[in-house]
């Protein structure tokens, strides 16, 4: 379980306790993860090839503001404490002030034995003081061939002591950008940001130190003065988890899937998808085959390029039933595969329904069903569970959305709860199209000022609880050698191409509407419903890299 220290003399006298002062303790306490012979899963601590470093949750606060960052609610500034006799600080943590607190920081010790891994800087440069004089943001100077991590804050002015932190040898570096704003102030150009690897894939060797950047208009520089950190060490899935350990993983965190009450375009799984009559054609062929339940009859390989794709069956009464899907055997499949250096696991859990119904637009208090225009065959959505390989928590979820999806914290994540939930975070699947969002409700995809966009809508409907009754299944784990079905190298399209005449069709199905804001609508649906049609899951570009973000 977590623990967090907090120093309320920290903040300005006669300052409330903001809400950053509400530690986030998940719903449930943590299982203990079943033993491996010689893996280094949730051992604490992760070796990159001589430097081996821990993760620490438990700060003492630095300097608050409630004024500016994330909602106009402010952020806080802290400093991990206490640090393991050894190990030293790499940066200070930085968080918005609008979710509890839940973060980590990493320290490191040289276990390579030559001590040349770390060095004190060689000075600090003050990047900015608070109005209220409490606060000072400070950036390492590393000395020449290393890099800093991250900034510091103190509390008074004085320069922080050269043993507060220690840079890391150039080697042990890797590029970083900034992820998410903390604070910034446009009086003064003082900005400040949580920093992530600029190249997340499952190769990559950048690692996620926790720290922040500081930066103002008389320092500038931004991401490229500091470093994350990197794992040169020969075997960077060490600390992975073996198939023991992620399934047991799946049972903690599985998760529930809500969709629509109205939802006629359930989930299944791909074997009763091709049970059902699945077809396979072949560019050029008339004549479909049927899918083997298997998926051994599906060419292998070889991209998307038109020359086969999959569809429903062509008796119009059959057609009808699996397009309905079948929720009662519907099955998740799980990607599981390292990243951020293999610091963390990334578990891609995808569903797959046979069918995604059509859009529907909202042009004002219009909702306005789109005719043909959304609905397509083989529809492969999911969502990505980040857990963290140094203790086994789940530290955030993705949420795939159309062609983006956005990253929440565990923090802001919305669970079960109860016997049957505990960790296990819900997801709701939107109505037709099926992606998924961390909350209940309507979210719209175009111009929210002006109240024309493709609507969203979710709700608690019927539930795919993903974890429950051999549901979830891993089909891919390559660090593992785990053998993969047939049916996911199938690297084609899981449905015909459907084209559209978008703006005959807008024309016919709003014609009440004007015609300027029917142009806009078209323009809208050619943004977010036309892309390269349904495929599978390796030919998405998370299957090798990091999520993308909208």
Not at 278 to 300: C, E, F, I, M, W
Not at 306 to 321: A, F, I, N, T
Not at 399 to 404: D, G, I, L, N, R
Not at 442 to 466: F, P
Request: proline residues 7%; aromatic residues 8%.
């Amino acid at each position: 379980m977590r623990r967090r220290r907090s120093c309320l003399s920290c903040l300005p006298m006669g300052t409330e306790a903001l809400p950053i002062e509400r530690q986030f303790v998940p719903p449930a306490v943590l299982p203990s993860w079943p033993a491996s012979a010689d893996g280094g899963f949730a051992k604490g601590s992760i070796d990159l090839g001589g430097l081996e470093v821990l993760q620490i949750t438990t700060f003492d606060k630095v300097w608050s503001t409630t004024q500016g960052g994330q909602d106009g609610d402010g952020a806080t500034f802290f400093k991990p404490s206490p640090v393991p006799g050894g190990f030293s600080v790499l940066g200070h943590y930085a968080q918005p002030n609008n979710r509890p607190l839940f973060g980590h920081v990493l320290v490191a010790r040289d276990t390579s034995g030559t001590g040349a891994l770390l060095a004190a800087p060689v000075d600090y440069k003050l990047v900015w003081s608070s109005p209220d004089g409490a606060g000072h943001f400070w950036l390492p100077t590393a000395p020449d061939g290393y890099k800093a991590a991250g900034a510091l804050v103190t509390a008074t002015s004085d320069k922080p002591s050269l043993d507060e932190v220690r840079c890391v040898r150039a080697d042990f570096a890797d590029a970083c950008e900034t992820e998410e704003s903390v604070l910034s102030s446009d009086k003064d150009g003082f900005s400040t940001a949580t920093l992530r690897p600029a190249v997340r894939a499952i190769d990559a060797r950048g690692v996620h130190a926790g720290t922040f950047l500081a930066q103002s208009s008389a320092t500038p520089g931004g991401a490229s003065t500091l470093a994350c950190l990197k794992n040169n060490s020969a075997r960077y899935t060490s600390s992975m988890p073996d198939l023991a350990q992620l399934n047991s993983l799946l049972a903690a965190y599985a998760p529930h899937v809500y969709l629509h009450p109205n939802e006629p375009y359930l989930p299944s799984s791909v074997t009763w998808f091709f049970e059902n009559g699945a077809l396979l054609y072949q560019k050029g062929s008339q004549t479909p085959t049927p899918v083997a339940a298997d998926g051994s009859n599906l060419p292998q390989g070889g991209g998307n390029d038109g020359g086969y794709w999959l569809d429903l069956p062509v008796d119009s009464k059959q057609r009808e039933m699996v397009k309905k899907g079948d929720l009662a055997g519907a099955k998740v499949y799980v990607q599981a595969k390292p990243m951020l250096g293999g610091t963390v696991t990334d578990l891609a859990v995808w569903i797959f329904y046979p069918f995604n119904g059509p859009a529907r637009a909202k042009v004002g208090l219009l909702t306005i069903p789109l005719g043909e225009i959304g609905e397509h065959v083989g529809d492969w959505e999911h969502v990505t569970l980040r857990v963290s390989n140094f203790s086994g928590e789940l530290l955030r979820m993705y949420f795939s959305q159309h062609s983006a999806g956005t990253w929440v914290e565990a923090s802001q994540l919305e669970y079960l709860g109860g016997d049957d939930g505990g960790n296990r975070p819900v997801a709701y699947a939107s109505l037709h199209g099926h992606a998924l969002y961390p909350k209940a409700g309507l979210v719209l995809q175009g111009d929210a000022r002006l109240g024309v966009g493709i609507r969203n809508d979710t709700a608690r409907g019927s539930r795919l609880d993903a974890g429950g009754g051999g549901r979830c299944e891993v089909v891919s784990a390559e660090y593992l050698g785990v053998a993969e079905p047939a049916w996911l190298g199938f690297e084609r399209e899981w449905g015909p191409r459907e084209e559209y005449d978008i703006g005959r069709e807008i024309n016919r199905v709003a014609r009440i509407l004007p015609r300027s804001v029917r142009e806009r609508l078209a323009k809208l649906v050619e943004k977010v419903l036309v892309g390269d049609g349904p495929t599978g899951p390796k030919m998405h570009g998370n299957w090798r890299n990091d999520e993308r973000e909208a």
